[in-house]
Structure formats: C-alpha cells, structure tokens
C-alpha cells in the first residue's frame, strides 16, 4: 500500500465520547471503511459541538491522502495559523509529485523529488533525505541542504547510531558527540551510549511478552520503562548514574499515550492524530491546551469539590497545593509551553511515541523510525517503499544494492559493509570490495573504511586481499590477482577446468566465544570454523591449496541464572553450524552475479 503499511500505519481507530470538557471526538468513515473526518469538541452523546479542532482526509484507492485538511482552532476555515489545507498529487507508481498549500491565495506549490524505486528524497518543503545503497535513510537535511542528522546501520538493519546538533549551536560538526543503540537480537533497543562513554545516557526495558519473558508474543515497540543520566547534559559525558527514572504507558493500540515518575507523578500525556502526529499535554495542564501555565496554576488552587484526573499531577487522590507544587517539579522548575506538533516536553525529551516507534530526537513530531524503514507522520507513509531480505539477511530495495550499482558508485556501498564487518557474509563483503578493485576506487574505500577505526585499512586489505599490509599497491596487485586473474594475465590458464575439484583436507570443529558487554546482562558472542581445501593441478601457475576461515558474531541477552555461554548458544543463529563453503570448495575469482540470481542465493556471491 503507498499511504500506509498495511498492518502498522493504519490510522488509529478514534473512540467517540467524552474525553474531557471540549475534548470529545467524533469520527468519520468513507465507503471503504477508512478514516476521513475527525471532529473533535463537545461530545452531546451523538455528535461533536462547540467544535475546538477538525482534521480531513480524502484517500485515493491506494490509501494515499490526496487531501488534508486541519482546522486547528475549529472556526470552520482552513486559513488560520496553525491550520493546513493540503492537495497532494501522486503518479501511477505512488510517488508523491506535488504537494498544494491551497491555504494561502495564490496557492502555494512544491515539488517533492523520489528516486526512481520510489524513495522520497526531497518532500519540497522542509526536508532533503539521503539514503544509503540499502535504501536506508543516512541523513536528513534542510532545503538548503545543511545537515540536520546522520544515521548509522548494522548488517542486520539495526539504527546504531545518529549524529545531529546535540549542543544545540544550530549545526552538526564535531563537536556533537555521536550516540550509539544497542538492541537485542529481537530488535528492542536496551541503550543509548553518548561516542566512547563506558556509561550509558539511557538504559531501556522492553516489554518482554509471553512465556517466560522470551519475548514471542507482541510488536518489538513494547517498552516498560527507561532510566536517564540527568544530572549530565545530554552532549556531556554520562557520569556512570541513571537518576531518572521514567514508566512508559502504551494504549492498546501501542501509542505512548502518558509517561510517570517512579513514583507515579504524571509527567506528561500524548494525543495523536490519526496518522501519528503528536501532541504533548504537560503535566498539570488542566485545560488540555498544550501548556502549563498561570491558569492551570490557579485552577489547581482554585479546586473545591469531585474530581479531575489532570489537576491530580502526583495521583495521590486528592487535588491541593501538592498538586501544584509537584506539577512545577514535573516540567523543569516552572511553566512550560508543549501542545500541537510536540511529542515531549524539554524535561523529559522522550523519543517513543506513535505505535511505539522511536521518534526521531529533531523531528520528533514528523519523523520515526521503524525498523527497515523511516515514517514521515505529516505525510502518512513511509519515506522507503517495500525491502525483501538479500545476503546475511540484509535489508535490500529490489533495485538497488551492490551487484547493481554503476562501478563508480560502488565505494558508498563498499563503506557501509566496511564500517561493520562482523555483521555481514565475508563473502558478500569480499564481492563488494573486488567490485571497488575493479574500479580502481579501492584506496578510496581504504581511505573512508579509516576514519571509522584504526585498524580499518588493516582490515580492508586482510579481508579483500588477503594480505596483512596497508600499502595501497601491495593491497590491489593482490586484489587483482585473487578476483580479476584473467584480467592482469590474459595468458594465464584455465585453473578450474584443468585442475581436479577442490578437496576438504582440514575441517576445524567450530570454536566458541562469549564474553560479557556493556549493556547490562548482555554478552558477545561469536563462532569461529577454519577450513583447508587441496586439489590437485598440472601447471604450477594455479593455486593448489586455499584456507580460509569464517566468523559469525551476535549478541545475547542472559537470562536469571545464565552464563553468557548458555545464553550465547540458546539464543545462536540456526545456520550457526552450518559454514557457508562452495559444496565444491573455494574458486579462484568471484563471478559476476544479476539480481535475479542474488534472489535465489541467500549468500549472494556464488552459485
């Protein structure tokens, strides 16, 4: 579907009724069902009144909203500040191609960009996006294209990390620090780490659902709580204590609808419109207006008789001086202004909201992350099309990966293999780096893969070329010589029609690993085989023997009473013991390899 994801970017199914004075809210339907009108106001028990807001939708036939429509203060008009009066044009591969601001006179219009697999790449008003060779989204930036974020990914698809203007001076250099998640294998991030801190900013408690806590049973976005370094500034490094610590409280249909203290004083509440855009209600916001104020002060104060769950900021069951006092604490020592457009309060700065996505911390009120893909909540579908798995499990758009990238852009995609290695097929990543050899681009994917690590370049020539040196042109004589032979020595022979087939002569067991990480009950683990294979040839001017040997690394997460060797192999890929050789050993170069073949091929690289 191109408006939404079929299962989890439905609109939210809206409950008519009494919310609270003036905050009632009706819902309408067109003839398929979907969500077109949401009136919101004085609910009379059939209809809303007195109306205080109303959002539109007109859906085409593919869930696409053609037209949207907020009357932000419920006067009737769509020309106010605050209210949109959008048309949005769509061609027949569901790309959004225009984008009509028909609340000014003349109207005013953008034109959004898309790549050609769908990706939208400029949305014509506020965003630029930058994706990497796995459609991933890799930053944000403004339209005059200064950057507002950078993302980083695993092999697995995991966001492990972002890079925007934590110190808040209006740009990304260096001296923002870069944040890192951890996640468990099931994809439910556990921290947030500040660079090379040894401590973590925050530390997350998924919902672990279903028999004995393994997790089986409900959406990865199930979160209990999370603990926050806030005695450091976030751009400080952490000082190794978490002394917030915050209870995330999920409707049913998953949305972060409030989030309490330890001891159950209420921070703050989140509405969504129906399509996921926030509004952030302080604590201690009495009217529902997006603010604490002098007002809510004095309707706290002023309080006689019955009962309101809002002027009750610390739940003790009753509503006095308490409430007020407690309500100051809650939002940073004074009044605070949140509303329309904001998913948490500068206090609290949380990131979980819409279905329990992880907002994203710059644009947490129009953009989330989900997995394989980013959410623009504005726009009421994803920035990506659809992704099927590729080799290692890797998240890969159907036109767009490695094998099919021009050779001058194949260092981008190199990189990302090269930045974490231990999460992608050797073999994959080999591929990738003969493809940069080709080109003659493997210095300059030398160069990049440095920046990450010290011994990144080290590294690249180990894995590409098999040689332990940095020296560029030991590294591509090698290079060239394992994957294009036939190419530097037109004379040389046919190896693999005159030798005999390879034979497995040594064949290692396997070797375990499992140490434990920084995250809390978390451990390293990895699995080690080594493989020798001989055959037998006329010309000595062929290889005879080739040894190589294959790692595979993930991460567990103990249970009570588990060593992290226990949980390592509990939790162990299932192809673990199943080491990814040719049936009929190693090959002297790597062919050449369509997409209609990676489909078929799970490794990618060989047939």
């Known amino acids: 579907m191109a408006g939404m994801e079929a299962a ?38 059939s209809s809303i009144t007195t109306k205080t807001r109303q959002s539109d939708w007109v859906l085409d036939q593919f869930g696409s909203f053609t037209t949207y429509k ?30 009509k601001d028909q609340k000014t006179t003349p109207e005013t219009v953008s034109t ?8 939208l790449t400029n949305d014509g ?26 993302y980083r990914y695993n092999g697995l698809g995991h966001r492990i990390a972002w890079h925007d203007d934590a110190d808040n001076d209006a740009d990304v250099d260096g001296s923002d620090p870069v944040y890192h998640l951890a996640y468990t294998e099931d994809w439910r991030m556990v921290a947030v780490y500040r660079g090379s801190d040894a401590n973590p900013k925050e530390r997350h408690l998924p919902h672990m659902a279903g028999i004995n806590g393994f997790g089986h049973v409900g959406g990865p976005d199930g ?10 500034a976030w751009a400080s490094a952490a000082d190794g204590t978490l002394d917030a610590r915050r209870y995330i409280c999920q409707n049913h249909r998953g949305d972060v609808s409030a ?80 509303g329309r457009g904001i998913l948490s309060g500068t206090p609290t700065n949380n990131r979980k909201g819409y279905a329990g996505y992880e907002h994203d911390r710059v644009m947490p009120a129009r953009l989330a992350h989900v997995r394989h893909r980013a959410y623009r909540m504005d726009l009421g579908r994803s920035l990506q099309p659809t992704q099927v798995p590729g080799p290692a499990l890797i998240p890969i758009p159907p036109t767009t990966s490695c094998f099919d990238l021009p050779l001058d852009d194949c260092v981008d995609c190199c990189v990302s293999e090269v930045i974490h290695p231990a999460d992608f097929d050797p073999h994959y990543l080999l591929y990738c780096l003969a493809q940069c050899v080709r080109a003659d681009l493997i210095r300059t994917c030398i160069d990049a893969g440095s920046t990450q690590s010290p011994s990144m370049a080290l ?74 294979f001989e055959r037998v040839c006329p010309n000595a001017a062929c290889k005879t023997t080739y040894e190589e040997s294959f790692r595979r690394e993930w991460t567990a997460y103990r249970l009570p009473g588990e060593t992290c060797g226990q949980a390592c192999r509990r939790v162990a890929p299932r192809d673990l013991t199943t080491p990814p050789w040719l049936p009929n050993g190693p090959i002297d170069r790597v062919p050449d390899v369509s997409p209609k073949t990676r489909g078929s091929n799970r490794r990618g690289c060989y047939q």
């Open 8 to 45: 989890n970017h439905r609109p939210r199914e809206a409950v008519r009724g009494r919310r609270a004075a003036g905050r009632g809210l009706g819902i309408g339907f067109d003839e398929l069902n979907r969500l077109t009108q949401a009136p919101e106001g004085t609910w009379n028990g």
């Open 70 to 99: 907020q009357d932000a203060n419920g006067d009737g008009d769509w020309v106010d500040t605050g209210d949109i009066n959008d048309n949005n044009t769509f061609d027949v591969g569901f790309k959004i191609t225009a984008r």
């Open 112 to 119: 959004p960009t898309n790549a050609a697999n769908g990706t």
């Open 125 to 150: 008003r506020t965003d630029k996006m930058v994706y990497d060779a796995w459609n991933r989204l890799r930053q944000v930036q403004n339209q005059a294209s200064a950057v507002r974020a950078t």
């Open 223 to 232: 979160q209990i709580l999370y603990d926050k370094d806030t005695s450091t």
């Open 259 to 338: 989030i309490i203290t330890d001891i159950a004083w209420q921070v703050e509440s989140i509405r969504y419109t129906a399509y996921g855009e926030p509004t952030a209600l302080p604590g201690g916001d009495t009217d529902s207006d997006g603010d604490f104020d002098a007002t809510d002060a004095g309707n706290i104060i002023g309080w006689t008789t019955g009962y309101d769950a809002r002027y009750d900021v610390n739940v003790d069951g009753l509503i006095d001086a308490d409430d007020l006092s407690d309500a100051i604490a809650v939002n940073g020592g004074g009044y605070l202004t949140s």
């Open 459 to 532: 590294y690249v020539c180990e894995r590409c070329c098999g040689q332990s040196t940095t020296n560029y042109g030991t590294c591509i004589q090698a290079c060239r010589q394992r994957f294009f032979w036939d190419e530097i020595n037109p004379s040389a022979p046919n190896c693999n029609d005159m030798c005999s087939p390879w034979r497995l002569i040594t064949e290692s067991p396997g070797s375990w690993a499992a140490t434990p990480s920084l995250v809390p009950a978390g451990c390293n683990c990895s699995y080690t085989w080594y493989h020798k």
